[in-house]
Nanobody
Framework: QVQLVESGGGLVQPGGSLRLSCAAS????????IGWFRQAPGKEREGVSC????????HYADAVKGRFTISRDNAKNTVYLQMNSLKYEDTAVYYC?????????????????????????WGKGTTVTISS
């Protein structure tokens, strides 16, 4: 079955850390640009952090720069998002998405795709809640 599955979400206090995982099955992530997106209640989905197929290029939204780190382990077919110094405003459902590198090769564009751009795969999301 071809799918992306996110895990690692949870409830954490402000200042805490979480590591999200995005595991692919049924296809090889090596050929895909990957993005982490989030959607908070009442807000539009936004690109948080993205990484190109080689892992050599990454992009971060201004709101998470210096706090989040994206990485990938193609041997494990998994992409990670290490989130440190979490804030209340990081509360959201986090999704990972994959697009074939031939269609979307740069991390920056992956995080800021053209309106209506169809990602090849989406996960179902994992919930991150920051609360004291």
């Amino acid at each position: 079955q071809v799918q992306l599955v996110e895990s690692g979400g949870g409830l954490v206090q402000p200042g805490g850390s979480l590591r999200l995982s995005c595991a692919a099955s049924g296809f090889a992530l090596d050929y895909y640009t990957i993005g982490w997106f989030r959607q908070a209640p009442g807000k539009e989905r936004e690109g948080v952090s993205c990484i190109d197929s080689s892992g050599g290029s990454t992009h971060y939204a201004d709101a998470v720069k210096g706090r989040f780190t994206i990485s990938r382990d193609n041997a494990k077919n998994t992409v990670y998002l290490q989130m440190n110094s979490l804030k209340y405003e990081d509360t959201a459902v986090y999704y990972c998405a994959a697009t074939f590198r031939g269609q979307m090769s740069t991390a920056r564009t992956m995080c800021n795709p053209p309106a209506g751009f169809p990602m090849d795969y989406w996960g179902k999301g994992t919930t991150v809640t920051i609360s004291s």
